[in-house]
């Protein structure tokens, strides 16, 4: 048995039965290896960022991690926004990245690059591995790290001669650690607060918004009157009829200073204490008051379930019904509109669907028009790379299975960092529905010009716009394998929307808004 053979058994005895890869010369072992073994579902993407956002999108449906094959450092580095945004979201992703092999790297040949420098910053594990016999307890102890909660990235880099070589063993699963424990102390300090506190403010994030948290914390809340808010980027939040109507914390700056500004006391489920997502000239950087107290309940690496029930316990809180959202919209009609959108897609979205939100400024209106909308997860762009739609809903697609009807709610500036994502989406035949939302112009740029009191010439102008030509996306979508069409008004939207949704495979709609 070679390293890479190992590697592949290795993975599969350790619960890692999906491959996104996008190899090369140095990983052709390694896709050999998965030629011979069976049980690894091998996703192609074709770019590195689509790979590593396929894997994202995955974990957070999943809630187990796929494995990536990039090719040498600079794969890696095509890969690296994306990854920058699974960290953000707590993904947990096993990354295989081909390296030179261990003589041949001092010749500095031109793939050569500083591998485990790249990959540092955005994993939580890193180790190159250069003997065979090494690779399979070193594929073990990735796949622990990348399932330790919350999630994790680990990067495990592979000189092409670990992977040919022989003498490679299979290693055991490794077990997961549990969950660090809760603070007994923390539990009574909310708990106090809820009760004597004023204005007090529960933010919620992470594992903390999916159902049965939402609903302890919902519990919690009414023994002292709090307000229950979302962390403003998440990575999945259970949303729809019969969950907790969460709204987020405002992106703009001015919104969430005015959101926050009454708030006396903030307590912390597995979230941050909210900041501004940049800097802005005469604008403070917390958005929260300054003489607001800050309280943790629970860190990201905590249960957050176990968490709120302690909490719920403690205060002796009897059960809550959560509200009713009222009758489901109709879809709307007329010219395209945020509000009008959000309509349409909570009128037909199906029960378990997915949706993957990378609408940026256009979309931020969205919460309030979709709580009626039938039980569905919500995934969204957590670390402000643009170019994670696309390859978070194909992943998400893979990961949730079962023919979970996924739509992606995606900005066309963003769309074109990682196009090909429809091409995997073609081949797989994925049940994706893509909204391009094509104002043809990066318009949360326009925004953020003013925000920084800047005023936009001719030249600034031409660098925020996106026509001249202007970007066909049923052209770009049928070069890639998807059957796509255009809709101007919010009929033809819903129409073509429930088309989609009642016929397998991807299809995308270009909304001109």
């Known amino acids: 048995m070679n390293g890479a053979e190992s590697l592949v058994h290795t993975l599969l005895a350790s619960g890692v039965d999906t491959c996104f890869s996008n190899p090369g010369t140095s990983e052709m072992h390694f896709v050999a290896a998965l030629d011979r073994i069976p049980g690894m579902r091998c996703v192609l993407g074709l770019q590195e960022n689509v790979v590593t956002g396929m894997a994202d999108g995955y974990w957070r449906m999943a809630e187990k991690p796929a494995c990536t094959l990039l090719h040498c450092g600079p794969g890696l580095a095509n890969g690296l926004a994306n990854l920058h945004n699974a960290r953000r979201a707590r993904s947990g992703i096993v990354n295989i990245v081909g390296d ?14 500083d591998t485990e420098g790249w990959a540092r910053p955005v994993s939580s594990w890193v180790r190159t591995t250069t003997r065979a016999a090494d ?40 077990p997961v650690p549990p969950s660090p424990p809760l603070d007994p102390q923390a539990v009574k300090n909310a708990a106090r607060v809820l009760r004597e506190g004023r204005r007090v403010l529960v933010l919620l994030g992470g594992r903390a918004l999916r159902d049965v948290p939402q609903a302890l914390a919902w519990r919690a809340a009414q023994v002292g009157d709090a307000r229950l808010l979302a962390e403003g980027s998440n990575g999945r939040v259970a949303r729809g009829r019969g969950r907790v109507p969460l709204e987020r914390v405002p992106y703009a700056a001015d919104a969430a200073i005015d959101a926050l500004r009454d708030v006396e006391h903030i307590i912390l489920v597995c979230a941050k204490a909210p900041v501004g997502f940049f800097a802005y000239p005469g604008k403070p950087s917390i958005h929260y008051p300054a003489t607001a107290a800050v309280h943790l309940l ?59 939100d990378e609408s940026i400024s256009y979309g931020r209106g969205f919460f309030p028009e979709t709580h009626a909308a039938a039980p569905h997860d919500w995934l969204a ?15 998400a697609a893979i990961g949730a299975g079962d023919g979970r009807r996924v739509v992606n709610l995606q900005a066309d500036g963003s769309a074109m960092y990682t196009v090909q994502a429809l091409w995997t989406q073609a081949r797989e035949r994925l049940p994706v529905t893509t909204i391009i939302l094509s104002n043809r112009k990066y318009g949360i740029l326009l925004g953020e010009y003013r925000n920084v009191g800047a005023n936009p010439g001719r030249t600034a102008m031409d660098m925020l716009d996106l026509g001249n030509p202007d970007l066909d996306w049923p052209r770009i979508a049928g070069g890639l394998g998807v059957e796509a069409a255009r809709a101007t008004t919010l009929e033809e939207c819903a129409d073509l929307l429930a088309q989609s949704l009642a016929r397998p495979g991807p299809f995308l709609i270009e909304l001109m808004i």
Do not use: K
């Open 100 to 113: 030179q092999a261990t003589y041949h790297r001092p010749f500095d040949a031109p793939l050569t690059a």
């Open 135 to 174: 690779v399979g307890a070193d594929a073990a102890v990735a796949v622990q790290a990348a399932r330790t909660a919350p999630g994790g990235i680990a990067t495990l880099v592979l000189p092409s001669d670990a992977s040919w070589n022989d003498g490679g063993t299979v290693a055991a699963a490794l």
């Open 381 to 395: 762009l957590t670390g402000g790379a643009i170019g994670c739609g696309m390859p978070l809903a194909t992943g």
């Open 298 to 356: 629970c860190r990201p690496e905590q249960d957050p379930e176990e968490a709120l029930r302690a909490l719920v316990e403690e205060l002796a809180a009897p059960d809550a019904a959560i509200p009713d959202p009222g009758p489901r919209p109709e879809p709307g009609r007329g010219a395209p509109s945020p509000e009008g959108l959000a309509r349409t897609v909570a009128a037909l979205l199906p029960e378990g669907a997915v949706v993957v």
